[in-house]
């Protein structure tokens, strides 16, 4: 049977297909390979000579700025739209009818019928994955009540907000099982109790190998959800691999400053590289590592300090580093 059975009320009791990992010392395998892929709209280059590896069982974070690219490679991988030059892989196979039932793949654009009721719709949405009927309304049953929907069950999708829309569409995107999903702005409309609702089950997901890619503009979640990263900017890759890797290469010469008082000693300071500034909340570079010391010193002379911390750099920093510093 394609489809795994879930009991109605317990997530835990649904059977894995896939491990969570390789063997230790072994690499894992990719569950969607990219490589060297080009996209042409016209004269718009949208994707250029772009290769990946998501590994798999890993939470993937896919990101870039508005146009980098990132919609256009997921429409790709997905078989909606097909590249120019590169091959693509999905699963260990080139993408076919077979493929597409075992991914899930949440849209930035909502992708449901409006004039459907909540229920009729999920149910809809697992047949045509070929879940049988009856195990489809346990499924949805289980999902509503997971997501706090259960009271909504009988209302037309037009009827929900923005934030039970997208609840909505989560449930569409894994009521089949898939064993790749592809999250295209996932908490988009949600506020931040559903966003973590959404996240713990996301988890919850990988935890039992389930493999996620996860585009969104969010740096804060992606820096604590994924373990792997690839940064597209203007349709190239500017940085790829895993983030804590990739927070390593960026040296430990970030400092977290939180004080009272007037930080503008240190807007001209010699110490300091690059800073954002947040009032009384400052995440700056130092331009060498070990001169922490004596900017402490220079703080504690001019503000009254609550926090000092030498951090990782923040992905934000990073990302705004390579895509404002270009693709070098």
Known sequence: MKSQQLRSGNFSQWEEKRGAGAPEGKSPLS?????????????????????????????YGLLG??????????????????????????????????????IGYLPEERGLYTKMKVSD?????????????????????????????????????????KGMQQKVQFIATVIHDPELIIFDEPFMGLDPI???????????????????VLSTHLMEEVERLCEHICLINK????????LSEIKKRYGKN???????GDGSFLHHSPLVKKMDDYGNYIELQLKEEDSYPELLEMATKSVKLRRFEVVEPSLRSIFIERVKGGNG
């Open 31 to 59: 569950a969607v390979i990219v490589d060297e892929v080009t996209k042409q709209f016209d004269k718009l280059v949208a994707v250029s000579h772009l290769s990946l590896k998501v590994p798999e069982g890993s939470m």
């Open 65 to 102: 700025p508005n146009g980098a690219g990132k919609t256009t490679t997921i429409r790709m991988i997905l078989n909606i739209i097909y590249p120019d030059k590169g091959d693509i892989s999905i699963l260990g196979q080139h993408i076919s009818e077979d493929v597409k039932d075992r």
């Open 121 to 161: 719709l999920l149910l809809f949405m697992a047949e045509i994955k070929g879940v049988p009927k009856g195990e489809a309304k346990r499924r949805a049953s289980y999902w509503l009540e997971r997501l706090e929907l259960a009271d909504r069950a009988d209302k037309k999708v037009e009827e929900l907000s």
């Open 194 to 212: 559903n966003t973590d609702l959404l996240k713990g089950i996301m988890v919850e997901l990988k935890k039992r190998g389930k493999t996620i």
């Open 235 to 242: 349709g190239r890759k500017v940085l790829d691999g895993r």
């Open 254 to 260: 970030t400092v977290v400053l939180q004080f009272e």
